[in-house]
């Protein structure tokens, strides 16, 4: 009998593997969805992983109340839908624009726009003081509010691999939608695993977006 990855690709004709990939069961046809205007009613939040040199990833998530939508797309209550990204990298893997604190909070503003976002999850560092103002409180002046993010890699890897595996009934309880492309969709697969700390994907790799979707 072959490894995981091989069976599922002679069963099910799915030969986009990674070996070692952590999300093995991260699939198109199973979490991807078309892109959407989330109901006034559903929960709206950001998350955030800082980057300059390396990209740095903004995703909009809303959360699903268990209401059909007038699309005829139905959720199960409590799933998180990753509608929107900002991701900021220059088209080349792993290299950042180098933006200012203050553009970024700026392009969040912009990229949020009318959406009611009840909180944004963020990167921790974010708050480090280092001879200056942190960048959590110079995105304040710009009117984005920043909160914490919890930085549990372990924990936030088994909560990710949780959602994407599903409730009981095998429907998954995380989503992204297809124009979420440039982070998402185009790193998320790829993650790894890391050989020398076997419980947590292996962060040489481009995993910024992963990271923004840990801290939702």
């Not at 006034?40 to 990833?57: Q, Y």
């Amino acid at each position: 009998m072959g490894g995981d990855h091989l069976v599922r690709a002679m069963l099910d004709g799915d030969w986009d593997i990674v070996a070692g990939q952590a999300f093995e069961k991260l699939r198109a046809t199973e979490h991807q969805l078309e892109p959407f205007e989330p109901p006034e009613n559903w929960l709206k939040f950001g998350s955030l992983d800082w980057g300059s040199s390396a990209p740095f990833s903004f995703g909009l998530w809303c959360v699903a109340n268990g209401d059909g939508l007038p699309n005829g797309l139905w959720l199960p209550r409590g799933a998180i839908v990753r509608f929107d990204e900002w991701y900021g990298w220059t088209g080349k893997p792993n290299e950042g624009q180098r933006l200012e604190v203050g553009d970024v909070a700026k392009g969040i503003k912009a990229k949020i726009g009318a959406t009611k976002v009840s909180y944004i999850a963020a990167d921790p560092s974010m708050w480090k003081v280092d001879g200056g103002k942190s960048h959590a409180e110079t995105m304040l002046g710009y009117g984005v509010v920043l909160r914490k993010a919890d930085n549990s890699r372990f924990a936030g890897y088994l909560s990710v691999r949780d959602r994407i595996a599903g409730d009981g009934d095998g429907k998954p309880m995380l989503y992204a939608t297809k124009n979420c492309h440039a982070g998402f969709w185009r790193t998320m697969p790829n993650i790894i695993m890391d050989d020398r700390h076997v419980e947590d994907v292996d962060t040489d790799q481009e995993d910024h977006a992963y990271d923004d979707v840990r801290y939702a």
